[in-house]
């Protein structure tokens, strides 16, 4: 998204037609996903005139940013090297909705390391109001008017590359303590799926939810929101279909009743209305009926969420049966959160060769080859320590634990976890059939490789052992942005 200067984008609002204006508005920001609404110009024309100032002092605004794959907008920014400026335009809104919002707000830009100075403008009373601390307080626009004027504007080109969606989500298992003080917000599609639920909790409706969703689409964060909302009037466990970190502990500390995997055996149900299952899809085939059986018989509703891809198969059959008996209310959560879209993309056409997309730069993402294992383990070993992850299927069959001085990490510890920088080694095992799709005769080491990738965050390493025909293949991908 580009800046724009205020005061010309009113002008050229006053002087051509709305139908021309609404597309000269996303040409101008380069932003085409937000439309704007005639009373929000008129909001933002009441703002403006607050100030008797030349095309200078509107300069450098970003006008209804949204940051990317998340429900976060703002209606004005302006980034300087020394603050930033955010101002929100109302027609109305309360006291309590303005510092609401304005303190959302300064968490969301807090990451950028800069001084934030929060304002709220209310069109239909002509006030500014500021946030100082916590509250808010009426303003005089001449305090905002020197700040605006004082401000060494740091120039960026587009303020998306400021924004990284995963700066902003919070893993409750690996980051919990910003998830029990609530430093986390949801998209409004979990918050959708999350008010039908209580709502069908409440006319009881449905015996059995589940929630699907790829990689990233914030599962886990949506559960134990869930299960942090559900326990202030029930009795609420959460099975967890893998092993116990450090996460579950301290969550365990703040009242959350939570079962691991290994733990399943153990659990009695005699405390428990509602049962939140996490990664469903890891549950045996036989673990999973007698599950549903033993839920069935207490009268416990149970939310399953799990990974359409998952590696028992059968899971999404017994959910169907369910769904078509009147038991079961399903819901897919389709928004890629956790991940950029460039690495999604990627991982998406690394598996599926028809899905890759032809106008994104995969710079994130390194491909080598090599045809010594030793080669290959010794580049690896020097990635670890420059801090790269190493993800394989082979060693997640080989080892059970997480070595911390080999960074290699096990099926176990990839559960619920993301990773900066990761490096995977495809051999020769690994093929694409006729249909573009990535295959390995093994299809359990490729199923833990898809979950084991879908971790990365920022920097990608694939290291091609002894595979000419899938080098080539993946430097049709990468290279396919250049052409």
């Not at 009373?125 to 001449?142: A, I, K, M, R």
């Not at 015996?207 to 909302?229: C, E, P």
């Not at 769904?323 to 897919?332: A, I, K, Q, T």
């Amino acid at each position: 998204m580009h800046s724009i200067n205020l005061l010309a984008h009113l002008q050229t609002r006053e002087t051509t037609s709305q139908e021309d204006f609404a597309l000269y508005a996303k040409i101008e920001c380069q932003s085409f996903g937000k439309v704007t609404k005639p009373w929000e110009e008129e909001d933002l024309a009441s703002f403006c005139h607050l100030f008797k100032r030349g095309y200078l002092f509107y300069e450098n605004w970003f006008y209804n940013f949204k940051i990317e794959q998340i429900s976060k907008e703002f209606d004005l920014l302006r980034i300087g090297k020394d603050y930033i400026i955010n101002v929100e335009l109302k027609h109305d809104a309360t006291i309590e909705k303005i510092t609401k919002q304005l303190l959302q707000n300064r968490y969301y830009l807090a990451f950028l390391q800069t001084p934030i100075h929060s304002f709220t403008y209310i069109a239909k009373t002509n006030q500014l109001y500021s946030l100082s601390d916590d509250h808010v307080e009426v303003c005089d626009p001449g305090i905002l008017e020197t700040l605006i004027t004082r401000q060494r504007i740091r120039h960026v080109r587009d303020l998306n590359t400021l924004f990284r969606p995963d700066l902003f989500l919070v893993n409750p298992l690996v980051e919990t303590e910003k998830f029990l003080k609530a430093q986390y917000f949801l998209t409004d599609q979990q918050k959708m799926i999350e008010n039908e639920i209580v709502k069908y909790l409440e006319e009881e409706t449905y015996h059995f939810f589940a929630i699907s969703g790829d990689y990233g689409t914030g599962k886990t964060l949506l559960l134990y929101d869930l299960a942090r909302l559900l326990m202030k009037e029930h009795q609420v466990t959460v099975l967890h279909c893998a092993k116990a970190n450090q996460g579950i502990a301290r969550l365990k500390q703040d009242g959350y009743q939570i079962y691991c995997l290994n733990e399943l055996h153990t659990m009695s149900f005699t405390q428990t209305k509602i049962l939140i299952v996490d990664e469903a899809q890891r549950l045996s085939n036989k673990n999973r009926l007698d599950l549903i059986n033993t839920l069935n018989q207490k009268g416990i509703i149970g939310i399953f969420a799990y990974d359409p891809h998952g590696y028992f198969s059968d899971l999404k059959q017994d959910f169907t049966f369910l769904e078509d008996n009147g038991e079961l209310h399903s819901f897919n959560l389709t928004h890629r959160i956790r991940t950029n879209k460039v690495m999604a993309n990627f991982i998406s056409a690394l598996f599926d060769q028809k899905r890759y997309n032809h106008t994104l730069n995969y710079s994130p993402v390194h491909m080598v080859h090599m045809t010594a294992r030793n080669d290959a383990q010794s580049y690896t070993r020097y990635l670890s320590s420059l801090g790269y992850v190493e993800i394989s299927g082979d060693h997640l069959e080989d080892h059970y634990f997480y070595d911390e001085e080999k960074n290699i990490i096990t099926q176990e510890d990839i559960i619920g976890k993301d990773f900066e920088k990761v490096v995977v080694t495809l051999d020769e095992h690994y093929y694409y059939d006729e249909e573009g799709r990535l295959r390995r005769d093994d299809e359990h080491s490729l199923y833990v490789l898809y979950q084991g990738i879908t971790r990365v965050r920022s920097s990608l390493m694939i290291i091609v052992l002894n595979n000419q025909p899938l080098f080539q293949k993946g430097l049709a991908i990468l290279g396919e942005a250049y052409e």
